[in-house]
């Protein structure tokens, strides 16, 4: 099956570049990493952070916490989790850390994704240093990914061993931009009676995001990327069962309180993000609709990955023809644009300098992927732009 459309989507309506702070000569294809603020989100920050700065004990003790309560009920209902539940973080990292830290290993195994984030791994593997959880365990998924079903497979098997005190598993892959059927491999976990955490890192905003109905004990989640909110606002959803003994990292005054006491107040911090979520929201609603930005992404999305792969005589990481792709899609690197980079950050660093190209390079093991994220600023011209940088940079002759 093949969904790539042949031709580009017209640009949405309202939808250049002057909506955000990007300058006119990048070809920025990397919001996945950051994502990018529309200027009415960076006012609504800038004006927040003004008040914080004109009488702070007034904004912070008394009118954030209104805005703190609608802005909570609101992200909650938009990524469809109950309000008991949710509690805001400062990134997916921070959620993630806060299950490891608080988690009651019993001398099993934690089961990763081979494509997991490497901060993930990073911070698991740490864990596995005397907390009493065995070690760092990794599901392989072979590349290009043939099906959603074969994904799951793969986490089966995994499962099948035994052993494991805790899974984490990816909604949308990192480096290889892959949607993964989190619900299915949830539900293996459960059969097998694996407390399962959900890395959502990317999922809300480029999917229409339903937590409850995936069924995870956790699911983490970044405001940042999709929703295009200010650095700073992530989330962690708890199921009922977990609500009693999961808290943030930071403990504080009402760390003994309920589940959403206890991460309303992680000690003093910048909390504007959180309140400026549902300005971030509304905005995109209002100038696009959600859904339309949605299917706007993936038909870009899956158009640019088929160009750049053509151009380089590779494939995606997304082998179902598109099934697997939202907001961003990954191309294998061919040898030739490795030779000469001692990592794929030097490759991406050199489209950046020299061609004012950005995109994300990352490697699975032994293998380079670039990663292109396509906002609605991005033009078929851009993608192009990188096809003929990615032809110049292939040929060490005229590197
Ligand atoms: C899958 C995944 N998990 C976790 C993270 C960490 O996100 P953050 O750095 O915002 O905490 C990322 C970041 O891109 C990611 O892609």
């Given at each position: 099956?093949?969904?790539?459309?042949?031709?580009?989507?017209?640009?949405?309506?309202?939808?250049?570049?002057?909506?955000?702070?990007?300058?006119?000569?990048?070809?920025?294809?990397?919001?996945?990493?950051?994502?990018?603020?529309?200027?009415?989100?960076?006012?609504?920050?800038?004006?927040?952070?003004?008040?914080?700065?004109?009488?702070?004990?007034?904004?912070?003790?008394?009118?954030?916490?209104?805005?703190?309560?609608?802005?909570?009920?609101?992200?909650?209902?938009?990524?469809?989790?109950?309000?008991?539940?949710?509690?805001?973080?400062?990134?997916?990292?921070?959620?993630?850390?806060?299950?490891?830290?608080?988690?009651?290993?019993?001398?099993?195994?934690?089961?990763?994704?081979?494509?997991?984030?490497?901060?993930?791994?990073?911070?698991?593997?740490?864990v596995t240093r005397g907390s009493g959880a065995g070690r760092v365990r990794k599901v392989s998924v072979d590349l290009p990914a043939v099906s959603a079903d074969a994904i799951v497979a793969a986490w089966q098997d995994a499962l099948e061993k035994g052993g494991v005190d805790l899974a984490i598993v990816d909604h949308v892959t990192s480096c290889t931009a892959l949607i993964q059927p989190a619900a299915e491999i949830v539900s293996a976990c459960r059969e097998r009676g694996?407390?399962?955490?959900?890395?959502?890192?990317?999922?809300?905003?480029?999917?229409?995001?339903?937590?409850?109905?995936?069924?995870?004990?956790?699911?983490?989640?970044?405001?940042?990327?999709?929703?295009?909110?200010?650095a700073g606002a992530g989330f962690l959803w708890t199921a009922p069962q977990h609500r009693d003994r999961t808290r943030p990292l930071a403990l504080s005054h009402d760390a003994n309180e309920g589940y959403a006491e206890a991460f309303r107040w992680q000690g003093t911090r910048d909390f504007t993000p959180w309140l400026v979520v549902p300005t971030a929201i509304e905005a995109i609603e209002k100038r696009w609709g959600w859904s339309r930005l949605r299917a706007w992404q993936r038909d870009m999305t899956r158009w640019a990955g088929r160009e750049v792969a053509s151009a380089l005589g590779t494939c995606v990481a997304d082998g179902t023809g598109g099934g697997l792709t939202g907001a961003m899609v990954s191309v294998r690197l061919p040898e030739s644009h490795q030779r000469g980079f001692t990592d794929c950050v030097a490759l991406r660093d050199h489209l950046a300098a020299t061609y004012r190209v950005e995109v994300a390079i990352d490697d699975t093991p032994g293998q380079w992927w670039l990663r292109l994220s396509l906002g609605p600023w991005a033009r078929p011209a851009d993608v192009h732009r990188l096809v003929e940088a990615l032809a110049a940079t292939g040929s060490p002759a005229r590197r």
């Open positions: 099956m093949n969904c790539s459309p042949p031709s580009p989507p017209s640009p949405l309506p309202g939808s250049e570049r002057s909506c955000w702070s990007l300058p006119e000569d990048w070809a920025f294809l990397n919001p996945g990493s950051f994502g990018l603020r529309l200027r009415e989100v960076q006012a609504a920050r800038a004006d927040l952070l003004a008040r914080w700065e004109a009488q702070p004990v007034d904004f912070i003790e008394r009118a954030s916490l209104a805005l703190y309560d609608s802005s909570l009920h609101r992200t909650a209902s938009f990524v469809g989790a109950d309000a008991d539940g949710f509690g805001f973080v400062s990134n997916a990292t921070e959620a993630i850390d806060a299950v490891l830290a608080r988690h009651a290993f019993r001398g099993g195994d934690i089961l990763l994704g081979d494509q997991a984030y490497g901060a993930v791994a990073a911070a698991s593997a740490w694996v407390p399962v955490l959900v890395d959502g890192a990317h999922a809300p905003g480029m999917l229409d995001l339903d937590v409850a109905a995936i069924d995870a004990d956790w699911y983490a989640g970044n405001l940042h990327k999709w929703i295009g909110a200010p």
